[in-house]
């Protein structure tokens, strides 16, 4: 069974940092792009961050740009998303995704996902 595992998420003040981590379990995901995507309590899964397999490119949205990194090491087959400056407004579960497209932005987008890591950001 194919699995994506989130971890790394907590309760962090503003100005704070986290960095969440995504490994896949049941296959290797070297092929894949990877993105993160995060859900506020009674809104939907908006896009955080995506990265091509080979790492090359990355896309962020407008709201995180310049303050998280999003990279990964296929050798160990996981997936970072290094969260800096964090805002109350960051306050949301995360999830890591996989696609075999090559630059997918939305939801639908993605093959596979986890099961979230919850990042809450007080001020």
């Known amino acids: 069974q194919v699995q994506l595992v989130e971890s790394g998420g907590g309760l962090v003040q503003a100005g704070g940092s986290l960095r969440l981590s995504c490994a896949p379990s049941?296959?290797?995901?070297?092929?894949?792009?990877m993105g993160w995507f995060r859900q506020a309590p009674g809104k939907q899964r908006d896009f955080v961050a995506t990265?091509?397999?080979?790492?090359?490119?990355?896309y962020y949205a407008d709201s995180v740009k310049g303050r998280f990194t999003i990279s990964r090491d296929n050798a160990k087959n996981t997936v970072y998303l290094q969260m800096n400056s964090l805002q109350p407004e960051d306050t949301a579960v995360y999830y890591c995704?996989?696609?075999?497209?090559?630059?997918?932005?939305?939801?639908?987008?993605?093959?596979?996902w986890g099961q979230g890591t919850q990042v809450t950001v007080s001020s």
């Open positions: 995704g996989a696609s075999s497209l090559w630059v997918p932005l939305r939801t639908l987008e993605y093959d596979y």
């Open positions: 990265i091509k397999w080979n790492g090359g490119s990355t």
């Open positions: 049941g296959r290797t995901f070297s092929s894949y792009a």
